[in-house]
């Protein structure tokens, strides 16, 4: 594996996010300010007639970050916020990039985007080379976004697709299947019924849009595995969800990524193992950064000011990336 010096300070968790599970509820509940930063709106094209939206931040540098959501959020996540204010304060451009169907993209698609959407994270690189064509391109994706980086960095796609200059995943649920298990247990229910109630608004959205039928039975009680039978591996052309979980984990590609990458995962993530990372043999190309505490995109710190651990972490890692 590649060996980056790691931040100065590692995730030191205060008395009140001693836990996997406060780590992840506090830390998605404890937003901070909302960002001040001038934009303007992007669209991307994808090849089915679908749309993909965002945001674009000017910048100062010859460097570009694009940043991706995870499951259920938007380019108005509190974290993708934070991760804007950082990349602006190094003076980068940045572009927030909206999933299917999401934040300002709704009404523009009728397909699902999941965990194998590596292809749309491919159509965001090739325009914002074709947009930005002299600006070295960062990217920084958190949890499924981040699973769908690595399997587009490490070829796992069924096409070739444009890809970054350097690469940021934050919390990969690289192995589907065992984040399917783990989120449906114990606690970590409570997780796996808040991704349901979102995904199911998703689908409302896209009824009520005229863009899909009303033909997908689901319940608010389901587990993840039995939504993704019932209406991600329909919508997403997969034949059932072992068949969706095998084709787009990107643990089998870790192996293969030439393009200077960071993993950044949490020991105690109340609902994505980190070994299924570690024992993927990960290339000379790639950095494993593991702290003991962080849950699932929390990192709350007893170091730092503003208990943000997360952002001084993607600081620190677009640093040696970018020098390197």
Same mark, same amino acid.
């Given at each position: @594996? ?8 590692? #995730? $030191? ?6 836990? =996997? ?10 937003? =901070?300010e909302p960002s001040i930063h ?66 300002? &993209?709704?009404? /523009?698609?009728? $397909? ?18 074709? $947009? ?15 699973n769908a980086l690595l399997l ?23 192995? /589907? ?12 229910? /409570? ?30 009680? @389901? ?13 997403? &052309? ?9 084709? #787009? ?15 950044? @995962? ?27 505490? &962080?849950?699932? @995109? ?5 170091? /730092?000011?503003?208990? $943000? ?16």
């Amino acid at each position: @594996m590649r060996k980056l010096s790691p931040p100065p300070l590692p #995730c $030191r968790a205060p008395w009140w996010a001693a836990s =996997g599970h406060l780590q992840t509820i506090l830390g998605n509940y404890l937003r =901070g300010e909302p960002s001040i930063h001038p934009s303007e709106p992007i669209h991307i094209p994808l090849p089915d007639g679908d749309q993909l939206t965002g945001r674009h931040y000017r910048g100062e540098t010859d460097v570009l970050t694009l940043v991706f959501h995870g499951l259920g959020g938007d380019d108005q996540a509190h974290y993708v916020r934070r991760t804007v204010t950082l990349a602006r304060k190094l003076g980068h451009h940045v572009w927030t990039v909206n999933h299917r169907g999401c934040g300002e &993209g709704r009404g /523009l698609a009728k $397909r699902p985007y999941h965990s194998g959407s590596g292809d749309d994270l491919g159509a965001a690189f090739a325009a914002a080379r074709e $947009r930005h064509p002299d600006l070295r391109q960062l990217a920084v994706a958190y949890s499924l976004s981040a699973n769908a980086l690595l399997l587009n960095l490490g070829g796992g796609l069924p096409d070739p697709t444009a890809q970054p200059d350097a690469a940021i995943a934050v919390n990969p649920p690289v192995d /589907l299947g065992a984040c399917s298990s783990a989120i449906h247990a114990g606690l970590s229910r /409570l997780y796996e019924l808040r991704f349901i109630k979102r995904c199911r608004k998703a689908i409302r959205q896209r009824v009520e849009d005229g863009l899909i039928p009303d033909s997908y039975r689901t319940s608010p009680l @389901m587990s993840l595995r039995e939504f993704d039978d019932a209406y991600t591996t329909k919508a997403g &052309g997969f034949r059932d969800a072992d068949d969706y979980y095998a084709r #787009c984990s990107a643990r089998h590609h870790l192996s293969k990524i030439t393009v200077p990458t960071v993993i950044l @995962m949490a020991k105690d993530d109340p609902f994505i193992p980190w070994q299924h990372a570690a024992e993927a043999d990960p290339s000379s190309s790639v950095h494993l950064h593991l702290e003991d505490r &962080g849950g699932h @995109m929390g990192y709350l710190s007893r170091d /730092l000011p503003g208990h $943000r651990w997360l952002p001084y972490a993607v600081e620190h890692y677009a640093k040696e990336l970018l020098r390197s």
